[in-house]
């Protein structure tokens, strides 16, 4: 049944996780609102990145080594470096050492995937920026999917059913043609590989935390410029 209200409060929930954007709700949230606002997370990837396309388009007055940085920066604040934090808790906890305080592998990881971000946001086509957001939250519906492994900690992963999967998968393929059809197949590519490599982890991760869905979202939206730049070369 259409329930506005929960609607409203879905959406919010979901800016306040991704973006800066911060709207206190006065009122109790329930699995049905997380399930509503579920709906528009690739829509809010998509308007991430058409901002960042906005941006890309200062080339014409500036070099992309400038416009790379200020499209980075761009992006750190507007989702509060959200994925990027639980990328470094994941990456400390799927590869841990023998010492538990040490920290050098999220340090590691993440330095080469703000390299990445900067070396080719300011090269690819500018509609790719408008795709990889997308691509990254889409992905994160998606691979609920396949995840067979216990999600109950994640907060978008486990209320993800058939519906979210399907809007996402579609949308995220019609938006891309409407802006750049040519990036169809970095986009499958993307979703294919990272299904595999998912899959075959899948058991060995055991249990899924909330920080190893920013983890999907960043390990997303890197592939994905990373297979446009070679499809571009």
Known sequence: MFDLRSIVIGIILML???TCINITIYADTTDEDYKSGILVLPLIGFVIGFAAFFIAGL???????????????????ITKSVNIKDTYATLNFL???????????????????NL??????????ATGLIIMPLAGYSNLIILSFIIKSNKEDTSVMKHCEKHHIIFAFVISFLL???????????LSLTYMITGIAISLFDKKIGKITESFEG????????????????MYL
């Open 215 to 230: 983890f999907i979202i960043e390990i997303t939206q890197v592939l994905f410029l990373i297979i446009t730049y070679m």
């Open 95 to 113: 590869l841990k050492t023998k010492d538990s305080n040490d920290q050098t592998t999220g340090m590691i990881g993440i330095i080469l995937i």
């Open 116 to 125: 990445l971000y900067f070396s080719l946001i300011g090269i690819i086509p």
């Open 59 to 77: 080339k014409f007055f500036y070099d992309s080594f400038f416009i790379g940085v200020l499209i980075l920066i761009y992006l750190n604040i």
């Open 176 to 186: 891309t043609v409407i802006f750049n059809y040519r990036l169809i197949i970095s």
């Open 16 to 18: 306040k996780k991704y």
